[in-house]
């Protein structure tokens, strides 16, 4: 058999078209077949031979459960969007606003315990002797006029978020899914012994898929459609909250958690930005809290000699594969939804035996991004071609252990096109995967340190896909590193202050004024300041991308000022001409404009900086020497291929450093990775068109010519792998 | 004689073209001949029956006192360019970077008394064993390393600045001249007696027209010609600092002044910034010092039987002709240079006998914007008729009593054009005046109170000429206010607490977030948002451009967010999907596209406010219902007659008033005044083109047919004056 042809591949089957999924499982070359979210599992392929994932939701599909135990049900905090008081009394309907189908008052003692009124124009929390509540309602008697008022409140989750979106977008009409909490210890014991008896009434089944564990990622829908969703962060924790787990963080931190931790003035704890101390410390007892009962769910599955494979994705909160506790889970397999390299690479990341990439686009009506792919109008391969030219560049990095797509089997019937592209994906990935068995890709002695509030916590993802984060510099930027050949670290402020940069070469800093990726209040600290700057000046690069280093307080816009070269004026500058400038005619290194933005009120610090770049009188890319090093502005960046060629360039650049150590194209549209162990070269074509390619390797120069988007793997010894 | 072809004109006489001055009198029907910078009168002029100005700056060409007194110079404090240390230890050049014809160091020990170091990183002041100083240098022995250090202290101004300036513009090559500090009393005595003498030996001047008094606007040079200007402000006080007016405020006010009162991190305190209660208090200290002198000098003038009138410019900072003390200096007359419509109101609001405008352009070969007016190439008919379009509208409202020019009246031979514009420019000033000789024109009955932080002091103007203040949206909302029928008061955040908003019908707020004319740190004051919530709910108007009520810790970024309807995201927002729209196809009033523009981050806050204008997802002029009052919000606003017209018919949207009250025409491009007591409709045509207009008047319509840029007087009444 063909190594390249079979393995590494989880089909979804889809019951009903058992032929179909034994047709395309040959086809596609799989090992496994999975059941999916809407879809089952018939004997008939159960029994074909193959491995067989059984996905599991384990919080949900216990509605029963639920409706004897309302109170373990997920909660959240929610506001009631602020009133203008006109007189001295005033009444707030608090659920005004929210889809009423997601939830529910949770107006118990217990509760309400928790509830917050807040004279939003002086910010002011009011006594409880100043609100009174009945049926949903909080009247105020004492108000004053024309202040604005809030409620801050607990609700019940009453309608899983994932089920809700696949009914309000796929037109679902099943019975609204509910969710448990696993905090409640009657709704534990019951999904302990529930997944016990799955596992014993599923013998059919090698690895439950996980999907995910027990808090969804944060979606709050309102209830007019011009609002439809209200809030939605992929990686916070609001979801997590109730008056059990508030307790708990009580008596083991010592100090109580307020509904204002959460509500923070009704813009709640979105991951972009910058996070308190009290949310650091919350996040940290729920990952504990998720970890515990993780494992206790892993050694059941284990308990009956199954794998447990979890989704990086849904109700993932708290799991956090690069956090402390992720390993000691002992989950056997982690799997990423991918439309971007950087999610590759988030995912080969977590420690973990086996990594997994479940490929877009899903087998769905309608693609995640709203796109009709396999609806009418909609072009599937070309959907996968694309996501794909992402995917592969980061897997040439680092592979992954398998591949596979989720969904309805059935809707590739007649997508030739499709099944045919996949095919060859899954024979590439294979491939890749062959020659990185035998060694790593050749790097660049280069180390990339990408500073913000998260560290490592947040390597290579923001929050979310890439299309859900594209207003942010610093996913674009991760998505060009993804397929550089440089290490990469993500870095916290803390790890600054622990001397991280002694192992960093070039230290990138790419975010707005006050976001968590910028890093905002950090920048106040003269340590992290001078220990940027000492760094530079002692020969390190820096590349700052946005609004950079901007912090409150100083008498720079950008902290780093004095270092990149440039500063912002946010009017502090007012009657201060800025410097004169002409564009540098001569480019010490590619400039790819199109990956080029903007930041507004961009001016150079002194005589000394080059502006490369320009949009009208703003600069938006600068080069600056500081001391032995360099540093490089850049208003904006927007992922391309050239943007990532441009990327790489400016690491040559700033580090010094020879590219052809990894193998480098003469096509800024191509890319390679260098096998010295499987000796062996491969040759990726980013553009729409065939082009000859020359690559620079130590050992000299190599010729190829790779048709439109093709990857080419070319022997160059005789150990070379047979491919 | 015609009463419109002469009268009210203040002509610039130029010795050695005695009978072009005289021809020049004659076609511009002067009334007045007076000198100007650069030039001088000779007898055959100042005996030729005209009435005299002298023009006077009193603290100049005195460059043999300045030799012998060194010491009564003018001073300012600078700061040296912060360098970062890379050692322990670190010597700092304090006057690298600024251009040294222009300071010189002043390091007597009454100076030094007021130096500081900073560390900047951290921003420290270091105490003064932290450093020493020898020959123009600072040295600091006990750095951090990697820290940022920068040197405030006190430097004399050895050039006066508008010398400077035009040595610098118009290649002037004659002896730089010194500027004295009526502070020392050496000085003092100095110049009185000068003053007195002067008179004494000039009987043939009937007016002195000072130019202007002590101490200039800021203007900073640097060495580098890429930054000449190195700060720049109109209404700033830096320029009137001396360790004696320190002293001196320390004994008044029981508190003292630092050098970082003044440098502020080295931006300085410019007007366009939130203004410090030591900087107000700094400023009605040198207003009281400097109304106080100059009605000493108005004393000495009055003596000799002759006028004081006094520029409105250059030496003018601490006059204030909008301040407390103006009134009390006893001047005859304020002379205001004008290119637009905003600084005749600005003139005429002052309390002082003689209100007269300087036109521009300016008889030099270079104009102030930087036009070559006078050169190869340039069409000072273009300009004057430019300007007089701006400055007609602001006439018709409220006129003055003069109007002139100034410069070298030899450059006006061959420039016939430009000669005539003048001549047609004074009768139609004339014929102005003489209509509000009878009565004020018909005003509607709208007051509008823009709100800043300077209030009144700072009444339309910012802080310059419209060219210099260009990027700030209130300039433009002033410009157009300056022509249009309605009340206009400017009020600060003090006087809305004091029940301002009781006599307004329109409130104004345009600035920047944490600037001036936004009010900044004046929105957190909870007193403040409410009672403008009060105004608007209760039925008032107001319109907010760029970012109004802009303030950190509030829950929105506006303050005004919930009256306003829009709120901005500055990253806030992060995760919140912004409400959709679309945009209203009917249109409550006209909108003028051209003059709307676009602040990022605009959002709507709810499903009821109207979006009339956008720049692709970005809200730019919307509407919002509040109580019984109404919000118009505006991204930027620049100023053209068809913006000027949209200011209006959103000022009758907000108030219901009935237009025709003032007189309203059908023509965007043209605007009117009824003078119900001279019985005559002016009529200006502010197009390129010839266009027939219709008035709607109380009494009915009227129908005129200006030609291109044409103002036409029509008689409505028995009573009409004879024009």
Chains 1, 2 share one sequence.
């Not at 905090?77 to 005033?90: D, I, N």
């Not at 009657?186 to 008896?197: F, G, P, T, V």
């Not at 962060?233 to 109730?242: E, G, K, L, N, R």
Request: proline fraction near 5%; aromatic fraction near 12%; glycine fraction near 8%.
């Amino acid at each position: 058999m063909n190594p390249y042809t079979k393995g590494g591949f989880t089909l979804p089957g889809e019951a009903g078209y058992e032929r179909l999924t034994l047709e395309m499982a040959e086809k596609w070359g799989a090992d496994v077949i999975r059941d999916s979210d809407g879809t089952k599992l018939s004997p008939e392929i159960t029994q074909a031979g193959y491995r067989i994932y059984s996905t599991i939701c384990i919080i949900r599909e216990h509605n029963e459960f639920a409706r004897l135990h309302p109170d373990a049900q997920q909660q959240t905090f929610l506001f009631s969007e602020p009133v203008t008081a006109t007189g001295e009394k005033m009444t707030i309907h608090l659920l005004d606003g929210y889809f009423e189908e997601q939830f529910e008052l949770n107006d118990s003692g217990e509760a309400m315990a928790y509830w917050q009124v807040w004279d939003r124009t002086e910010d002011r929390l009011l006594s409880p002797e100043e609100w009174e509540y009945a049926d949903g309602c909080v009247t105020l008697n004492r108000c004053v006029p024309y202040h604005r008022y809030s409620v801050s409140f607990l609700a019940w989750r009453i309608w899983e978020e994932i089920n809700m979106y696949n009914h309000t977008t796929n037109h679902w009409t099943s019975e609204h899914l509910r969710q448990l909490d696993p905090r409640h210890p009657l709704a534990w014991e019951y999904l302990q012994s529930w997944l016990d008896r799955w596992c014993r009434e599923n013998p059919q089944t090698n690895v439950i898929r996980l999907t995910s564990l027990f808090y969804n990622f944060v979606w709050i829908f309102g209830s007019d459609l011009r609002r439809r969703t209200r809030f939605t962060d992929w990686a916070s924790y609001d979801f997590t909250v109730s008056p059990a787990a508030l307790k708990a963080f009580e008596r083991e931190y010592g100090y109580a958690l307020t509904a204002e931790d959460f509500i923070r003035q009704g813009k709640l704890q979105a991951t972009h930005r910058l996070p308190t101390d009290r949310k650091r410390d919350y996040m940290d007892f729920i990952q504990r809290f998720v970890a515990e009962k993780a494992a206790k769910l892993v050694e059941i599955i284990h308990s009956h000699g199954k794998e447990a494979y979890v989704f990086y994705d849904d109700s993932w909160v708290g799991m956090e594969p690069n956090g402390k506790y992720f390993a000691s889970v002992g989950f056997d397999g982690l799997i990423k939804c991918v439309f971007s390299g950087f999610e590759c690479r988030l995912c080969t990341s977590a420690e973990v035996p086996v990594h997994e990439l479940r490929f877009h686009p899903y087998l769905f009506p309608v693609g995640l991004g709203g796109l009709p792919t396999f609806s009418e109008g909609g072009h599937p391969e070309e959907d996968a071609e694309a996501y794909w030219l992402h995917v592969r560049r980061a897997l040439a990095r680092q592979c992954v252990d398998r591949i596979g797509l989720g969904g309805y089997l059935h809707l590739t019937v007649g997508q030739d096109a499709f099944n045919d592209a996949i095919a060859k994906m899954a024979a590439d990935f294979r491939r890749l995967k062959a020659l990185q068995a035998c060694g790593a890709p050749a790097e660049l002695p280069v180390t990339v340190a990408v500073l913000h509030a998260w560290g490592s916590l947040r390597s290579w993802t923001l929050s979310g896909h890439f299309h859900e984060t594209d207003r942010n510099s610093l996913i674009h930027i991760n998505e060009a590193l993804s397929g550089l050949p440089v290490k990469v670290r993500f870095i916290s402020f803390e790890d600054v202050e622990n001397g991280a940069l002694r192992e960093a070469d070039v230290l990138i800093n790419a975010g707005r004024a006050g976001d968590a990726w910028s890093g905002g209040d950090a920048w106040k600290d003269p340590e992290i300041v001078s220990e940027v700057t000492r760094f530079v000046y002692e020969g390190g690069g820096l590349i700052g991308a946005g609004e950079p280093s901007a912090a409150e307080g100083k008498d720079t816009r950008f902290a780093l000022a004095h270092v990149l070269g440039v500063d912002q004026d946010d009017g502090r500058y007012a009657c201060h001409p800025p410097w004169a400038w002409t564009q540098e005619m001569s480019d010490p290194f590619f400039v790819a404009g199109e990956s080029v933005g903007k930041t507004a009120g961009i001016r150079l610090t002194g005589p000394d900086t080059l502006v490369l770049n320009a949009r009208g009188e703003t600069p938006t890319l600068t080069v600056h020497e500081f001391g032995r090093g360099k540093a490089i502005y850049l208003g904006d960046f927007y992922y391309s291929p050239a943007g990532a060629r441009m990327l790489l360039e400016m690491l040559l650049y700033l580090t010094g450093a020879d590219g052809r150590a990894a193998g480098l194209t003469d096509q800024y549209l191509a890319e390679c990775a260098w096998y010295p162990q499987a000796e062996t070269l491969v040759v990726m074509n980013n553009s729409g068109e065939p082009m000859e390619v020359n690559i620079a390797l130590p050992s000299g120069t190599v010729r190829t010519c790779p048709g439109a988007g093709e990857i080419c793997f070319v022997p160059l010894g005789e150990k070379a792998v047979r491919l």
